[in-house]
Every structure is written in C-alpha cells, then in structure tokens.
C-alpha cells in the first residue's frame, strides 16, 4: 500500500528533526573527547615532568640540581614548581630558586589549594595547580601551568555547549514554526480531499490532488445547476399538468383524483430528493462480507436468468463499516446489472484485497457503458433509463464517501460492466 502524501512529509520531517538532535550529540561528544585530550594532556605533562624531577633528585645535587629544575620550569612553561618530601618538608622552590639546604625547617602547606593529598602515583587538580605523590623516590610534585588547556578548553567548552543549546532551541522554535505553517494548508488540502473522496499519493500530492479537488468542486457546481435544473423541470411539469387537470375537472371532463394523483407524484419526486440530500452518518461494526453480499442478492431478487457467481476470499482483513448503508450500496449495484442484463447472462461478485483496501467488485455481461459515459454515471440525475431519476449510483458514490472509502467503474461498450467498492482496511 502506497503511503499518503502527509503521512510521508510527516515522517521526512521527524527523520529531520531526529538528524539535527543527532548532528548536535554527535558534535558534544566530540567536544567531550576534546576536553578529555586536553585534560590527559595536562595530566601526561605532570607525570612526565615529576619523572624527570626524580631523575634529577636521584643523581644529582647542588648548583647542578638547582640549574636543571629552572630549566623544567622554563621548558615547560610553569608558573610555580614546588617539590617537598613525604612530611612535607620543602626540597625546591622555583619562586625563592634555592634548594632544601638553604631553606631550613620551611615546611610546604598544601591545604590551601587541594582540600586532600593525593595517593602515591595519583594527581590531583584545583584549577591551573596540580599535585603529584612520585612513588619512587616519594616526593610530593607542585606544579602550577601558566595556561593548562583544560581551563581554556573549559571556557570555549562553555561557549560551544551554550551555542549548541541555543542553536537548538532556535532550530527547534523554526521547525515548529515551519512545520505548523507547513501543515495548516496541507491539513485543510487534505480534509477537502477526504471530503471529496480523493485519495492523495505522494507522488502526485501536488499538481494531481488540487487538480482533482478542483474538478470535484466543478463537478459539484454542475451537480447543483443539474439538480436546480431537474427540480425546476420537473416541477413546472407537474405544476402544469394540475393547472391542466383542474380546468378539465372544472369543466367535468376530468375526476379530481388525477390532481391527488399528480399531487402524489410530486411528493414522491420530494421525498426522494430529501433522501439523498439527507445527511449519511455511518455506524462502524464489524461486518461479515459473505453474509453482506448474501443478503444483497436476496434483496435484489435475481431472475432464473441470470447466473449469479461468488468468488469470496476469506483469509483477508476485517471489514468495518454500515451495514445497512454498504448493503443499499450493493444492492444498487446489483439492481444496475440485473437491469443492463436484458436475455441469458451472469453476474459475478468478487470479495478480496486490493491495495490497503477491501474490494467489492460486481461485474456483469450486460452491453457496457461508453467511455465518454463513465466521468457522468455517478452524477445525480444522469441516467439512460425511462424511469427513474438517477440518483442510485449517485446514492452509492455518497455511502462510499462516508466510509472513506470509493467506487470505481471500468467498462467497454458491447463487453459489460464492474462496479468495484473500496472499504480502506482499518
């Protein structure tokens, strides 16, 4: 079954929706990973200058220790470096640029900065200050970077996810916006479509639905001037023959019971008119398709004539609907090809699946129908009979517009006739 043409843009435009909100978590994730580098980086710069401080501490000493500690400092760009021992006694400090012995009983308070020391080989961060237990030797390393790329990772970070989340709520008010104002016409196109019976397909969405709603609407416009038309008509008929019949009555050629009985035919073409411009409501049951095509062929009092054929499927989805509306329905039908039958032939009724939608077809060996005849059968009023004011198929084309669903017609002349009804699967 082909999908509708809303249906798909709504879709299209989740799909959208859904591919932004995935564009922007992939583009966190990989900021996150980012950040991540930059902070292994600081760290891995850490460890590597607490390697090279033990080196230096391990086989060196004096003028040569001091000159080589400045020189980690200066390399790695280092606002502070600090080393004590274990009891927090101060081995180095690069701000006073003396070693431990120049230094007596000057001990190194790391509580200032970090709320707890860290464990041998572990670091600790507090901004730009990181502390370092060295396991072998154990000393404690205190470094401060002049610019760690964590902190200013950290504050484009900031700027990116607040860029990222206002870009999302402005996206997400456009789309809205785009999509409510999208919808408004297509929804208002679409329920004018449904009204009219008209199914939309992504395909032809745009040139062939406004082109049917457009000849529906015409076809509609003509339907009122015919039927204002046929009503006039037939009216100034009657009218004229009780003028007629009530000067012969007044002259007593004429008893006044052909008034009462025109009067009657005109109440009867009145009733018959309210009827079909009576609005339809349907009642959706669960209907038996067999007992409904059974019940049709008893209502339509199929002559010994004619040989009725019933090709029903039974493994199909439920069909809901009228009952009593969807049998006047194909009673009609059936009534249409008894009558186009005038000698020996067949009616078949075919019950299947077609397309998303359940299939009644009632097809006959009558004569046919022209295809310059086709557009107009299921007009009000249209009909080559003598009797009769057309409104049958028209009636049928109304019951199946109500259940949204549709009548077809495919014929040739001299090579009968099939009235298909299509009940949309719910």
Not at 207 to 228: A, C, G, Y
Request: proline share 4%; charged share 25%.
């Amino acid at each position: 079954m082909k999908e509708s043409y809303p249906k798909n843009i709504s879709i299209i435009a989740t799909v959208f929706i859904f591919l932004i909100l995935f564009l922007a978590l992939v583009n966190l994730f990989i900021s996150i990973q980012f950040r991540n580098e930059f902070i292994q980086y600081d760290r891995d710069k850490i460890t590597t200058i607490a390697s090279l401080c033990s080196h230096y501490l391990m086989h060196h000493n004096g003028a040569e220790l001091q000159a080589l500690l400045k020189n980690v400092k200066t390399s790695y760009d280092l606002e502070h470096l600090v080393i004590s021992d274990t009891l927090g006694n101060l081995v180095y400090d690069s701000w006073t640029t003396h070693l431990a012995p120049a230094l007596p009983n000057r001990r190194v308070d790391y509580s200032k900065n970090f709320k707890e020391g860290p464990e041998p080989g572990a670091l600790v961060q507090n901004g730009k200050d990181f502390i370092y237990f060295n396991p072998e030797p154990p000393f404690y390393l205190h470094v401060a970077l002049v610019a760690p790329y964590q902190l200013t990772y950290d504050r484009i970070f900031k700027w990116h996810i607040s860029y990222i989340t206002l870009s999302l709520i402005f996206i997400g008010f456009l789309g809205i916006f785009l999509i409510r104002n999208l919808f408004l016409p297509m929804r208002y196109v679409t329920n004018i479509a449904k009204d009219l019976g008209i199914e939309m397909k992504k395909e032809d969405f745009v040139s062939e639905t406004f082109s049917e709603i457009f000849k529906k609407m015409k076809l509609k416009e003509e339907t009122l001037v015919e039927f204002s038309s046929y009503v006039a008509h037939e009216f100034r008929n009657s009218i004229g023959a009780i003028i007629g019949l009530a000067r012969l009555v007044e002259k007593g050629k004429k008893p006044a019971s052909d008034i009462v009985k025109e009067c009657r035919t005109m109440e009867d073409l009145i009733n018959k008119l309210l009827d079909y411009s009576r609005p339809l409501k349907a009642l959706s049951t669960p209907i038996n398709v067999e007992q409904l095509v059974d019940d049709a062929i008893k209502k339509s009092v199929v002559p010994a004539r004619i040989e009725i054929r019933k090709n029903i499927n039974t493994d199909q989805p439920q069909l809901n609907g009228d009952y009593e509306l969807l049998l006047i329905a194909l009673t009609n039908l059936l009534k249409n090809s008894i009558e186009a039958i005038k000698k020996v032939g067949f009616i078949e009724i075919e019950v299947g699946e077609d397309e998303g939608f359940i299939s009644i077809s009632v097809t006959d060996s009558g004569p046919g129908i022209k295809e310059t005849e086709l557009e107009k059968i299921f007009s009000p009023f249209y009909s080559k009979k003598e009797e009769g004011m057309g409104l049958g198929l028209a009636y049928v084309n109304k019951i199946m517009e109500i259940h949204n669903g549709r009548v077809e017609v495919t014929s040739k002349k001299g090579q009968g006739a099939t009235f298909t009804l299509k009940l949309p699967i719910v």
